[in-house]
């Protein structure tokens, strides 16, 4: 079984994590730049944190034989904060490297003012680089809050084949289908989704333009759980096939639409930037 996550925040994870994933099948990630649970001060720190999923994160990944790519953006969360919004302006330059495969996360949090704009900027800046872009829709009001956000992308230059609309559940899906974007959902141990809702959304509304993630961050969060939908496919009567499209093949053509894909991954060198990932070792 081949497994793609195409949304797990691995900086805030263990090198460990990254050898357990492959054990289960796990050969590819796709780590979205999002909010690191607490305020940024100053946009130099998105700035080190950008430049750390362009190298640090591939490297990890590397060492364990699974092949990383990000997307870059301004979060919803700190588009609200004047100190942090100037990053929009340097996003181009992060937008043109080669391991950057959509922009994102984008979308909403509180669904306020600041965060319109800033979906809107950064929906022509994707349509600008011929990018995807994923979004994420809001924990809060879910689905006034994809009404809001179909809205913006409905005035975007970026059409909604190359749009991931993400953390959804079964009350936003219907509207999410009937948009034409990408489906997108998230399975943690309490909180979004988990594997039977997920299972048993697939059945009422197929396998086509689905991806399902672990969205594994610093809180309470399970890399694995792509695994464990995988497995709730097989055991529900869905077939292989069936699970390499959700698991593996939708993800693949989704963030392939940015044309920057890399699935064979290289050796990694010994250091980056001289740490090894090594302890205790000679």
Sequence with gaps: MRIFDPHIHMTSRTTDDYEAMYAAGVRAVVEPSFWLGQPRTAPASFFDYFDALLGWEPFRAAQYGIAHHCTIALNPKEANDPR???VLDELPRYLAKDSVVAVGEIGYDAMTPAEDTALAAQLQLAADH????LVHTPHRDKLAGLHRTLD???ESALPVERILLDHLNETTVSAAVDSGCWLGFSVYPDTKMDADRVVAVLRTFGTEKVLVNSAADWGRSD????REVA???????FTDDDVDRVLWRNPVAFYGLSGRLQLDVPAPEA????NSVLRGGE
């Design 84 to 86: 942090c919004t100037p």
């Design 130 to 133: 011929g990018l995807p872009a």
């Design 152 to 154: 913006v992308v409905s």
């Design 223 to 226: 890399p694995l759980k792509t």
């Design 231 to 237: 497995d709730a496919m097989l055991a529900a009567g």
């Design 271 to 274: 250091l980056h930037e001289g």
